[in-house]
């Protein structure tokens, strides 16, 4: 499928939203800010979550450390009336699907995700229209007005199993990472229409720069985490055997730190942004872990800084919400990809 209209705007190159221009006022970070952020956080009664790309200071200070989906489900779970999400904007919208009676907040509301906002409703609309009969299937980096429109949400973890539960006569629209995409279809053999997306971070980590670093460290494990856009280059290669599949070990979070834990190499490769690496260097301080690719930086996680997290609890600011009618079909969404499958397998 071809989609002329697809155009993953560059970082940076958006103005700041009417929500920032609104910000309150940024104060200097005190020294003793930590201790201020949870003694807030107590205070409001909020839980910090911080996604595994967030900057070292923010994993730190945070009650729970994972990727999106873990996080929203410890978000609904929660006894924590208000929810702090470190992370990026399509990920607080999902905690606030999950939980719509606590107030969310996120510490930057221009804390986009170009993957996510390769794809709109319309262009959602525009294939149903076409395929009426047609199910459509997006990955959780999608905002929470295209999850309302599609049939089933999934993860890099469950996305084969998804789309294997999908009748054989039906046509399939996935949406909207094109690495992911064309892994499902390798591995399911469905003839899929997929959208052109892809995350700009995990352009930094070429396929050709991927072999070439694999190639020169022949005896040394690659760690390929399989939630963000960022990976699923590397996710497809294993499945063209373009990467020797014994030494690539596609993991989540928690099969990362369960790998971390119990390695016995002193050397590792880790194919993601390279945020991860503080968490796995926590976990196995003798342990050399080498990102792929030291520009796998994702600008938008990194907005979310210290002082931003301060202020965000001080000024309850910024409030996530979402319009209750997109809230429920998209909430319908992401539960019927719980029905099928778990959405954490490989080990949070
Ligand atoms: S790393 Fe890529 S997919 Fe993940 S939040 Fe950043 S831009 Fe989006």
């Known amino acids: 499928m071809s989609n002329p209209s697809f155009s993953a705007v560059p970082f940076g190159s958006e103005p700041p939203s009417a929500a920032a221009l609104s910000a309150p006022p940024l104060a200097e970070l005190p020294v003793d800010w930590a201790n201020q952020v949870r003694e807030l956080a107590a205070e409001r009664n909020a839980v910090i979550l911080a996604h595994n790309y967030q900057v070292p200071e923010i994993q730190d200070i945070a009650h729970h450390v994972g990727d999106s989906l873990a996080l929203s489900r410890i978000a609904a779970s929660s006894d924590a009336s208000t929810i702090v999400f470190c992370g990026v904007h399509f990920m607080a919208e999902t905690a606030k699907i999950l939980a719509p009676e606590k107030t969310v907040l996120i510490p930057d509301p221009d804390a986009g995700c170009s993957l996510a906002s390769s794809i709109e409703v319309a262009d959602v609309l525009a294939w149903k229209a076409d395929h009426p009969d047609g199910v459509v299937v997006a990955y959780v980096n999608t905002s929470a007005a295209v999850k309302a429109e599609v049939d089933v949400c999934c993860t890099s973890s469950n996305a084969a199993d998804v789309v294997r539960s999908i009748p054989a006569d039906r046509e399939i629209f996935f949406l909207p990472d094109q690495f992911l995409g064309a892994h499902v279809r390798r591995v399911t053999g469905r003839d899929i229409d997929v959208w052109a997306g892809e995350?700009?971070?995990?352009?930094?980590?070429?396929?050709?720069?991927?072999?070439?670093?694999?190639?020169?460290?022949?005896?040394?494990?690659?760690?390929?985490?399989?939630?963000?856009?960022?990976?699923?280059?590397?996710?497809?290669?294993?499945?063209?055997?373009d990467l020797p599949a014994e030494r690539t070990k596609v993991l989540s979070t928690g099969g990362m730190a369960e790998y971390a834990a119990s390695t016995k190499s002193s050397r590792v490769l880790v194919a993601t942004e390279t945020g991860i690496l503080h968490q796995l260097r926590k976990a196995a301080p003798n342990t050399e872990f080498v990102p792929v690719s030291e520009r796998a930086v994702c600008p938008y996680m990194k907005m979310i800084t210290p002082a931003k997290l301060l202020r965000s609890l001080r000024e309850n600011w910024f409030q996530i919400e979402v319009e209750p009618s997109i809230a429920v079909r998209a909430k319908a969404s992401v539960e019927r990809m719980i029905a099928i499958g778990s959405p954490s397998r490989g080990g949070e």
């Open 199 to 241: 995350c700009h971070v995990h352009a930094e980590i070429s396929p050709s720069h991927l072999r070439e670093v694999v190639a020169a460290n022949p005896d040394t494990d690659l760690l390929v985490h399989p939630e963000c856009g960022c990976t699923t280059t590397a996710l497809y290669l294993t499945t063209t055997g």
